[in-house]
């Protein structure tokens, strides 16, 4: 077991490595030089520490309640509630004294760094840039031969420990660039961009990327943008080189120095940092308080065990940093205010029978439903909401099984009950009555097979639920939550940005003592795409093996925990087909394994969104003397070879492990010919569209084929190719020239071949090109479609495939190849099928099995009864 | 009322009018009916396959084989899913499309060729059907359409049924093209090919269907008809018909050929290709493509059309040359690939390439 001490005293290894405390047993603590203390040694010290103001007082604070947590820990047995109060008490004085000591008091990065910083303090940064030589603008090109790995000392870490790395690029004092706004513009001759802005990130200035009158100074690149030196000039901001760079970062002196800008971002620093001590402290104060009212109750004799003050002291950071009221939500402030003030006007709108949208227009609303990413508090925000108006929560998550019966059993009974509560409690006050209830179905887009028409009737709930409901999901656009659209108000929670995060974070760092720097906060947020809950599980991991998160392993802590997004198909079309990435400055930060892991994010799509967008490109990776269509030529020819793959892989071979190559050949290659800018939107693959109107088409020619293959003789592409253009002749013409009296010639016609009304229909469909009939149809006079459609539906008409169902004639069992002896006796009719003369035999045969009788109108049976010979046909699908 | 290619169709062998030498021969399979062996035959489209298949029927059973009706099959395939299959028959034949079924064809060859295999006809008797009018033969005729697009399984499948119960059945496969039927089946099979008509006896049957009919035409007409049809007498009847009815049962030499729709796209297609040579092009030929496949036009018959064509258009050897090697090409990755679109386009762009230059 590691003891929880040893995390507290290497918290303050570099602000007081005097107090540092440790348990050489531990195989961690035994690689380096320790001190050990006795632990019961440390309240003393405490005291002694309470007098020095010079030293950080919040530092010390920590440590105390640290000690005192420990300590609780430690010797649970022991730990009286008296020694547990004399504890807080000395936080609470050391609470009362810290803002006078801040005044005072350096921030711990730089403690620790502080050797170096023996310049002037007073120096402010607008005389270091004066002494530093502004670039003239009308000639941009410096060039040096300094060679510099950014890389490579940015992965190193430490910069203390690789002299090599401070030769190269000189070491700026902590924080040195604070208060200064930088704009990058135009290449640097040896930082790339990017280093650049973390470098000038790093030591705490802000990094933009547009140049205004805000800008303190410019790094001018080669190649800069003409715009931006005019917009130099104009605004008269001071423009210096990479050189110059360099010199200002070896020149500032910490913490930016004089100078009033540097004074206010410091100030702005300190009062972020002195909001998270508060907060920090009002944390402990609350817990301490839990604790005693455990330790008072377990006094009075109550059956309070020691599990139970454990369970206190174990919970996950993310329940123990959970907001506990509606100011700790870290952004979407506006999104809460709108579900607070829905959920505290809901019973106005009930009285009303939301009718009336009111003028925020929430009023017609008896649901809600919270959507947005993952780790962004939606959860979190329902239930604080909830509690804040009175409300108790009754929740129904994925982990509940929520098919439309079990919805039913349970949640409806709970929709009825608090109708009537509703009834009783009109004149009550509401907080009082405990009977108000807000259902909050979470995870609604989780329901799936198992949960067979859950999602129906949890909309139908939605429209005549008497008792508020929150919905929540991730993904509000699928087709699967199209039932909720309209009946639910929408309220989108999306990611907060860093600035919101950070308080909170800093708040957490001190609470358990570990150091963040505040400008790395960003790089977390960057790294998990702003969710909160993997931020604070993140540090919960980090600092059980260090207790700094700062710039010398922010990068790799951002690496290691980077959140794999699997990307959509639009945004994986957007990077494939992005110029910049074949380039060969691109290609280094943007290599081919990365290229073929956005086929692999989704590799249905990522062919077909190749396929759809290529032509519509501006392609800025041209070869010299290459043509747009050359380029064109080659990535269809390589799309048309990634489907031989996709063959392979796909069909009975299932080649599997293609996979990778089918990523170049149908993605990648083709991609990389015409990649550059987007002509215009990225349209949705348009094959699968096409592709089930080809199914739906090969099915209605089945059908007409079907029909048709008593009197033709041919498959269905040769009724397609042949027939069809002569036979819609013969189905239309009649009825363009002669009008209404071309209709019985049609009919005549169609009863020839078996079709019907809708077969007539779709054989107008299917021509393309310049015989498509929609034209020619709407020329038709309506009266003759209508007397068409009529004359067609009075009379009977023969059909070729009757299907019988369980009838004696056809079926999956019986053998219809069943010799028909009342056939046989025909078998010497003459060549072509002659219709009078068996009639009267196969009559007597067809009302028996004939459904088709049966199931046209009494009227048109007894036509086809007295005289059979109006429909010579009907007799041939016996 | 029917069409003209249905109402002139001949119904004996007899009033089969072209290809005389195959008449002769199935007339003389029809005498030895006893020992009529399992036949394939193949020829292109619309030389008569299924006339001349009917024809032999006719000649073997009497006319009773033009007693068609259409059945309804059920089958359950071994993943419980209940598939449907339209069986067109008569007291003596069965007709069946397996490829209607696509990859479940070998569910329709095992169930329904086997029961039927299986089931002896018991009312058989000596002689002719003319003779006596019972049952002509104890062996059923099954015929299979479309067998070239049958799966590799189901032609397994059928080699032992055609062995095992060849006293009770006999098979006509009909086909386009024999390269994808399996050697075994061809070595149990009598292999007929049924040539299309040459241009004179497309030439006769036209005329003798335009003076039944009253319709006058100029001889010269015929020809173009003839020519333009590409040996394909249904093609050739459909497009006699169609220029007529334009034309109010009147034809001259001078009148137009109706193409059909599909080809008449095809054609503009390959006009704007070699006159507009660039992306945008390209882009408009997708749509076009798109809405050719959608209304079930294969996409062989698309770059075949495409490519004969462009092929006319072009006056250059090697440009000639060029385009036909990237039609066959793509033709092979058409084959060989899932999605025709890609392989149309590629062919498309890299023609516009070829020719730009």
Redesign the interface.
Known sequence: MVDIREFFGKGQETGRPNSKSSNASTKRESARPTIRNNSALNPIEINDLDEDTNCNSNMAKNEQTGEADLLEIKLPNQASSKRVSTMETSSKAQQQAAPSVKQKKEPPQRASKSKKASVNEAISADEILSQIPSVDLSAVHVKENVTFDFRGKSQAGNDAESAADEADFPEGRPNCLLGLTIVFTGLLPTLERGAAEAIAKRYGARVTKSISSKTSVVVLGDEAGPKKLEKIKQLGIKAIDEDGFRQLITGMPAEGGAGTAAEKARQKLKDQEDQAQRDAAEMVRKEAEELKKLDTSRAAGADVNEIDRLREEHKLWTVKYAPTNLNQICGNKTSVNKLKNWLSNWSSYQKQGFKQPGRDGLGVYRAAMLYGPPGIGKTTAAHLVAKELGYDVLEQNASDVRSKSLLNAGVKNALDNTSVVGFFKQRVDRTANGQNFVIVMDEVDGMSGGDRGGVGQLAQFCRKTSMPMILICNERNLPKMRPFDRVCLDIQFRRPDANSIKARLMTIAVREKFRLDPNVVEKLVQSTRGDIRQIINLLSTVTTTTKQIDHDNAYDIALSWEKNVALKPFDIAHKLFEGRNYTESGAKSFPLYKKMELYFDDFDFAPLMVQENYLNTKPTVLKPGQTHLEAVAEAADSISEGDLVERKIRSSEQLWSLLPFHAIMSSVRPASRVAGQMAGRINFTSWLGQNSKMGKYYRILQELQYHTRLSTSTDKLGFRMDYMPTLKRRLLDPLVKEGADGISEVIRIMDQYYLSKDDWDSIMEFMIGPDKTDSILKKIPTAVKSGFTRKYNAAMHPVSIYKTGSTTAVGGKGPSSTPDFEDIVDADDDVPPADDENESKDDEIDFKKDKLIKQGKPKAKKRAAGATKKVPAKKRKT | ???W??KY?P??LEALSHTKELNYFLQSLSSEARDLPHLLLYGP??SGK??RC?ALL?AI????V???????????TPSNRKLEL??????YH?EI?PS?MGNNDRIVIQELLK??AQ?E???FQTGS??ES???AHRY?CVII??ADSLTRDAQAALRRTMEKYSRNIRLIMLCDTMSSIIAPIKSRCLLVRVPSPTNSETIDILEKVCKDEGVSAEAEIFNKIADSSNG?L??AL??L??MA??NEMSLKSTSAI?R???L??IL?MANHILKD???GC??EC?STL?????????AK?ILQELAFALLKNVNDDTLKLAIMKCAST?DE?LR????P???L??FI??V??ET?S
């Open positions: 009322m029917s069409l290619v249905d169709r119904k004996s489209n619309g299924k006339t009917m006719q059973f009497g006319s009773g033009y007693k068609l009706k259409i059945d309804v099959r059920q089958f359950t339209n069986v067109v028959s008569s007291p069965l499309t209607d029961e039927v089931v006809q018991v009312d059907a003319s009018g019972g049952l059923k359409n479309e394909n249904r093609n459909l497009t018909e169609a009815l334009n109706i059909p729709d599909w008449v796209v503009k040579k660039s992306v390209l882009v997708r798109y809405d050719l496949l959608a209304h079930c036009i294969p018959t793509f990755r060989l690939g899932n999605k679109i890609y392989h386009e590629g762009a890299k516009m390439c730009s």
